[in-house]
């Protein structure tokens, strides 16, 4: 019995310091359930898996491997939110998806920086920022 309440506190302690690590402008959330991944996560709540990795950097690790069961994530920030996505398929090119969405391959490029310039590694799965607004800026400040 011991035991269990233990665990139950423990997983309540986790839980609670995932929720206060969220950004103060997070501007929708999601909590981390049994076979998560960062596309899964992406595509069912209209997330980027660029936008996803960037509001939560510190907390995801670069692979994605370390997501936590009950753990919540912040899937968007106040005014820098894309909900308007696309989850790539085999055989997707920027261009093609760019075309479809109505917006140029320059915008498509932007709010998805971790999508090289030349469009060559799309992968199946992966989710894009479809949006005609840019939602990523990649002015650096001095």
Known sequence: MFGLLATLALAAVTVFQAQAALPANCDRNATVVVGDTCNGISAKYNVSTYQLAAVNSGVID??????QIGEVICLGLTGQDCNTTYVVRSGDTCVA???AYNISQST???NNPNVNQICTNLYPVEVLCVSSKIYVNLTKSA
């Open 62 to 67: 670069a692979n994605c491997d370390n997501l």
């Open 97 to 99: 998806i760019a075309n």
């Open 108 to 110: 498509l490029i932007t």
